[in-house]
């Protein structure tokens, strides 16, 4: 095995040192100058680029609201023929805005069967941007 030695004066240095005993200089280890030098600053620019590409915008509370009231408007329209079915709160819908600037309302109801047990329903309503207001694009159950 070949001996250490000392980048600063030479001097033969123990496999455990963290310190020249000769002229009190720091050892540096090659391997974890590498880790640290290359391979951990790719890995931070990875993970930054990568959470800007999946990150969901939250829209403005004023934009929630009218897209919330769109699809419970929607929602009423095509559930009319259910009575069975409540839907909840408009407060409690998440949404959502995607990069394109495309609104997504996660619509929830709940429907009392034929046994009297509810089951929650979901659906996804996707709206876009139209002059002043907004428009619905699609309307689909969701399955959760």
Not at 24 to 41: C, D, E, N, Q, Y
Request: some cysteine; aromatic content about 4%; charged content about 15%.
């Amino acid at each position: 095995m070949t001996p250490l030695r000392c980048r600063v004066c030479g001097g033969n240095l123990d496999a455990q040192a963290k310190s020249c005993p000769w002229c009190g200089s720091a050892v540096g280890r090659s391997g974890t100058s590498v880790w640290r030098w290359v391979v951990l600053p790719m890995l931070v620019v990875y993970l930054f680029i990568d959470s800007g590409n999946n990150a969901k915008k939250e829209p403005d509370s004023s934009t929630q609201q009218s897209a919330r009231h769109a699809c419970e408007q929607a929602l009423l329209k095509s559930l009319s023929a259910q009575p069975s079915m409540r839907l909840k709160p408009t407060s409690q819908w998440p949404v959502e805005e995607g990069a394109d600037g495309t609104l997504l309302v996660h619509a929830s109801a709940l429907a009392t069967n034929a046994v009297g047990t509810n089951a929650e329903q979901v659906w996804d309503c996707a709206l876009s941007r139209n002059g002043d207001g907004l428009q619905i694009i699609s309307l689909r159950q969701s399955l959760r």
